[in-house]
């Protein structure tokens, strides 16, 4: 599948890069991607052209002048990072692979410390809604051991 260049897909391939720095690609670590890609609005099938380009197989459709004009926020930013957060959250522990996953997500889109504790806080509010006792304990976790501080 030929790549078409956009700012969805520039941030998917810096995630992606970060997910495979360990030549692995866990099940919770696709399930994160997974999200990612429908949360950036691209197209099926993506994924493997991306692998194609990480590893260097396929070139880059994404130029350095477009990576420099497509960092920094955008609307919709957050909801998208608030999604990846919450797919983490499924599993048992939020491995430090996927911390690096979010924090390179997080940075790539711009979102500020203040903007990372209002996005923290929703999904708090949402797991206290409903009453997802494993959700907190684990989010808090995550919290606690990578604060954004």
Excluded at 3 to 24: I, K, N, P
Excluded at 102 to 112: K, S, T, W
């Amino acid at each position: 599948m030929a790549l078409q260049s956009s700012r969805g897909l520039y941030l998917f391939l810096r995630t992606l890069e970060v997910a495979v720095d360990d030549d692995v690609i866990t099940e919770d670590e696709m399930a994160i991607l997974n999200i990612l890609s429908r949360c950036l609005d691209l197209p099926d099938g993506v994924i493997g052209s991306c692998w194609a380009v990480v590893r260097g197989s396929m070139a880059s459709p994404i130029t350095s002048e477009q990576e420099a004009s497509w960092s920094g926020k955008r609307l919709g930013d957050a909801t998208c990072y608030q999604s990846a957060i919450i797919a983490a959250l499924e599993d048992e522990v939020i491995t430090d692979e996927e911390m690096a996953m979010l924090d390179c997500l997080r940075q790539a889109m711009g979102i500020q410390t203040n903007e990372h504790a209002m996005v923290a806080e929703a999904v708090l509010q949402m797991i206290n809604n409903a009453g997802e006792e494993r959700h907190r304990d684990r989010f808090e976790a995550y919290l606690t051991s990578h604060p954004y501080r």
